[in-house]
């Protein structure tokens, strides 16, 4: 069986749209046939300051949400990031392979760092997509189910895996990152030509999936369309409403050509109206079983316990074997 490995941050309260469409609509999927091994990468959120109940929080609410959303922890293995120090160790290895240059040219460090100012940018946002690569590295996944915002990293990824190789002998598989088309970046509600982002200025154009219904059906409602009133699939020219087909579709099953037969001659209004149906209809039961996982936290720490141990099995492996490739002393066990 395939291995896939993917992680997300615990850095909002909620996933929103784009994070389930984008990456954990595809773990779902991709559990039942593959050797799956999901993260919530507490360390990675470590970049951005959080008070700490708030961080312990939102990573059990980020692990419910997943558990909510489909994850079958019989199906798949579910752990916290920071349970395993194989992570930091391989990290260490792989920083020490990595250029400065080559780190300083990924594009999500530049806007971030961008965005605080270097004063306030931390050592770790630079060194980030280093433990990235080491998440998926110490598992020997074969694919990485990301957005495509990730596309840069899962490629800094296998550069590094192959240069390791290389240098060292055949020690890891080489990943591809694993990415569906058609929901690959999911836009802003209020500004269709950016990426849907908890980091973006309003949250106005962000559908947090945990979100009331009442919000969420006002966000869709006040999506910003475009000029003309037919719902046509246009990327270029009508980035608004094709955001909002690629969400009704990716939701409903039904295809954009088929929604844009529903709606040919209705207009804008009656179209949002439906998006905001879909959506609702399907996040209400994911919030109400997150809620009651995370009213049994005793059963929810066990299941990520459970997966911390069946993670470590492949990760110590993975890490020895490392060690080992680059001549480091094995210690007594
Ligand atoms: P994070 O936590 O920012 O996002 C989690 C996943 O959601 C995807 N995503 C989107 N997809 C489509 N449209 C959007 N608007 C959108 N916004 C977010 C992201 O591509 C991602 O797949 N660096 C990673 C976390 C990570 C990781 C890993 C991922 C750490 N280690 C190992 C894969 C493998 C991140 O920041 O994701």
Excluded at 142 to 167: A, K, M, W, Y
Excluded at 175 to 200: F, W, Y
Excluded at 203 to 224: E, H, P, R, Y
Aim: glycine letters at 6%; charged letters at 25%.
């Amino acid at each position: 069986m395939k291995r896939v490995l993917s992680g997300i941050q615990p850095t909002a309260d909620s996933f929103h749209l784009g994070n389930y469409l984008g990456a954990v609509k595809q773990w779902v999927d991709l559990q039942k046939d593959h050797d799956a091994f999901y993260c919530v990468v507490d360390l990675h959120a470590l970049t951005v300051e959080t008070e700490p109940a708030l961080l312990r929080r939102r990573t059990l609410v980020a692990a419910a949400q997943l558990i909510a959303l489909g994850l079958d922890p019989s199906k798949c293995t579910l752990f916290i990031q920071s349970h395993l120090s194989e992570h930091n160790q391989l990290g260490w290895v792989l920083e020490c392979l990595a250029g400065f240059g080559e780190a300083s040219r990924m594009t999500q460090f530049k806007d971030k760092s961008q965005k605080s100012g270097a004063d306030r940018t931390v050592v770790g946002l630079f060194t980030y997509p280093i433990l990235q690569a080491a998440d998926i590295m110490l598992y020997q996944a074969h694919r990485v189910p990301v957005g495509e915002d990730q596309r840069q990293h899962i490629e800094l990824t296998r550069d590094l895996g192959q240069r390791f190789n290389s240098r060292y002998g055949e020690t890891f598989v080489i990943p591809e990152a694993h990415i569906m088309k058609s929901a690959a970046k999911i836009n802003d509600l209020q500004d269709p030509t950016a990426k849907m982002s908890k980091s973006s200025a309003s949250n106005a154009g962000v559908i947090d999936i945990l979100d009331a219904t009442d919000i969420n059906v006002k966000k869709i409602k006040s999506a910003v369309t475009d000029a003309g009133k037919e719902v046509v699939f246009d990327e270029k020219n009508k980035p608004g409403i094709s955001n909002l087909l690629t969400i009704h579709s990716a939701l409903s099953g039904i295809s954009i050509t088929e929604l844009e037969n529903e709606f040919a001659g209705k207009g804008y209004g009656d179209f949002k109206g439906a998006v905001a149906d879909v959506v609702t209809a399907y996040f209400a039961p994911v919030r109400e079983k997150t809620q009651q996982l995370l009213a049994d936290e005793a059963a929810l720490l066990k299941i990520l316990n459970d997966g911390s141990q069946k993670a470590r099995a492949v990760a110590s492996a993975t890490l020895d074997k490392t060690y080992a490739a680059l001549g480091l002393v094995p210690r007594n066990k």
